[in-house]
């Protein structure tokens, strides 16, 4: 293997004497700088989608927005209180979808969303099985001068803004759900796609002026997929924008900690702080989480594609809103279909996939509207 980079010289960011944790949400905005902002504890993440809503949403949407989320609430409770897999896509996707409503006039990328579609539909290809010959037509927004939610929501949450139909592959968008991917990789004979990260350091330059990050990875956990560096950044679509540095020893184990720093920093002015949310939004639509409900609140992984796929590769709650609508569209249109997928290879994955995964979409969203990070922590 080729020597690597000498990394860039500088030191992770302090803020009032303590070392900046990574998050989606670490600062605030005053009136006149950025301030660092703490994790809010909540086991009701509803009431802080409502405090986003009123904090955030232009007001003559508001009411739409609340009357959005108030069914988004119901449709969610009344999944969680059901044991029948076969209703409970419906549910859930008919609560994302409110969720979503919601979220894009809370961002303003509408004004209003009356007799808004979809945006997205469900097709087999020749070979007809379900599942494994499924794919999602996404539509552009408006159309005919009807706004389409699926494209609205995708660029409320990463900015993108889809202009042309594509096809999503719904055996390409199962992997790329942390909940349920090892038993999608028994049942694909496959190995694992997802990296977990040790750490990520938001590094600064006081003297340059500059910030960057750097990934932290174990070798072993490389070793362990059978993973080249470079697959790592080129799977991860990291290769343009990282590269590998020269790693450190691990004081807790007999293997060295991988680095990959960023290539081009951002300069900032008077203060660090005011640059950091600019610095995590570039890599934020690469980056996969978990919420947890003990330390740590988060952890973080790459999502490791095939060259074939990396195309349809979506950010993290797109995945999860698609494929959720996916399984709805048949449980209501075709629940025998449904039944067969439960009773597949797949089912597996797709159980873990219903339990698990609503309960961490909201929080996540939850902390998209609140502007902060929002976790769970056990009351004692």
Same mark, same amino acid.
């Given at each position: 293997?080729?020597?690597?980079?000498?990394?860039?010289?500088?030191?992770?960011?302090?803020?009032?004497?303590?070392?900046?944790?990574?998050?989606?949400?670490?600062?605030?905005?005053?009136?006149?700088?950025?301030?660092?902002?703490?994790?809010?504890?909540?086991?009701?993440?509803?009431?802080?989608?409502?405090?986003?809503?009123?904090?955030?949403?232009?007001?003559?949407?508001?009411?739409?927005?609340?009357?959005?989320?108030?069914?988004?609430?119901?449709?969610?409770?009344?999944?969680?209180?059901? !044991?029948? %897999?076969? *209703?409970?896509?419906?549910? =859930?996707?008919?609560?994302?979808?409110? #969720?979503?409503?919601? &979220?894009? /006039?809370?961002?303003?990328?509408?004004?209003?969303?009356?007799?808004?579609?979809?945006?997205?539909?469900?097709?087999?290809?020749?070979?007809?099985?379900?599942?494994?010959?499924?794919?999602?037509?996404?539509?552009?927004?408006?159309?005919?001068?009807?706004?389409?939610?699926?494209? !609205?929501? %995708?660029? *409320?949450?990463?900015?993108? =803004?889809?202009?042309?139909?594509?096809? #999503?592959?719904?055996? &390409?968008? /199962?992997?790329?759900?942390?909940?349920?991917?090892?038993?999608?990789?028994?049942?694909?004979?496959?190995?694992?796609?997802?990296?977990?990260?040790?750490?990520?350091?938001?590094?600064?330059?006081?003297?340059?002026?500059?910030?960057?990050?750097?990934?932290?990875?174990?070798?072993?956990?490389?070793?362990?997929?059978?993973?080249?560096?470079?697959?790592?950044?080129?799977?991860? #679509?990291?290769?343009?924008?990282?590269?590998?540095?020269?790693?450190?020893?691990?004081?807790?184990?007999?293997?060295?900690?991988?680095?990959?720093?960023?290539?081009?920093?951002?300069?900032?002015?008077?203060?660090?702080?005011?640059?950091?949310?600019?610095?995590?939004?570039?890599?934020?639509?690469?980056?996969?989480?978990?919420?947890?409900?003990?330390?740590?609140?988060?952890?973080?992984?790459?999502?490791?594609?095939?060259?074939?796929?990396?195309?349809?590769?979506?950010?993290?709650?797109?995945?999860?809103?698609?494929?959720?609508?996916?399984?709805?569209?048949?449980?209501?249109?075709?629940?025998?279909?449904?039944?067969?997928?439960?009773?597949?290879?797949?089912?597996?994955?797709?159980?873990?996939?219903?339990?698990?995964?609503?309960?961490?979409?909201?929080?996540?969203?939850?902390?998209?509207?609140?502007?902060?990070?929002?976790?769970?922590?056990?009351?004692?």
């Amino acid at each position: 293997m080729p020597p690597v980079a000498t990394p860039r010289a500088g030191k992770p960011v302090q803020i009032k004497g303590r070392q900046l944790r990574f998050s989606y949400w670490p600062m605030y905005r005053t009136k006149r700088r950025y301030g660092l902002q703490p994790q809010v504890y909540a086991t009701n993440p509803w009431a802080l989608i409502r405090s986003g809503v009123l904090a955030f949403c232009p007001a003559a949407s508001r009411p739409e927005a609340l009357a959005y989320l108030s069914q988004a609430k119901f449709f969610f409770d009344a999944a969680g209180g059901i !044991d029948e %897999w076969a *209703a409970k896509p419906l549910l =859930l996707y008919y609560s994302f979808m409110n #969720l979503a409503k919601a &979220y894009i /006039l809370t961002r303003n990328i509408r004004s209003t969303l009356d007799r808004a579609r979809h945006g997205v539909s469900e097709q087999l290809r020749v070979g007809k099985r379900e599942l494994l010959d499924a794919y999602l037509e996404v539509y552009p927004s408006p159309v005919s001068g009807r706004p389409n939610v699926f494209a !609205d929501f %995708w660029q *409320a949450i990463s900015g993108h =803004l889809l202009t042309n139909r594509i096809d #999503l592959d719904v055996p &390409y968008l /199962l992997p790329q759900v942390v909940a349920g991917h090892r038993l999608w990789c028994e049942a694909n004979e496959a190995t694992e796609r997802f990296v977990s990260l040790n750490d990520i350091a938001v590094m600064q330059n006081p003297t340059a002026k500059e910030l960057w990050l750097v990934l932290h990875i174990n070798a072993g956990t490389l070793s362990l997929h059978g993973m080249s560096h470079k697959q790592l950044l080129d799977g991860s #679509l990291l290769q343009t924008d990282y590269r590998e540095v020269e790693s450190l020893p691990n004081s807790t184990a007999n293997e060295a900690t991988l680095r990959f720093e960023q290539r081009a920093p951002i300069t900032y002015g008077h203060r660090p702080s005011d640059k950091i949310p600019a610095l995590v939004a570039k890599l934020r639509d690469r980056l996969w989480a978990v919420a947890n409900f003990t330390r740590p609140f988060r952890e973080y992984y790459l999502y490791v594609a095939p060259a074939a796929e990396r195309s349809q590769v979506l950010p993290q709650l797109m995945s999860v809103y698609a494929i959720t609508f996916y399984l709805g569209s048949i449980a209501r249109y075709r629940p025998q279909h449904f039944d067969g997928v439960i009773g597949s290879v797949f089912g597996g994955q797709l159980q873990e996939f219903l339990s698990s995964q609503p309960t961490q979409f909201l929080y996540f969203l939850a902390s998209d509207f609140a502007k902060r990070e929002i976790v769970r922590a056990a009351l004692v």
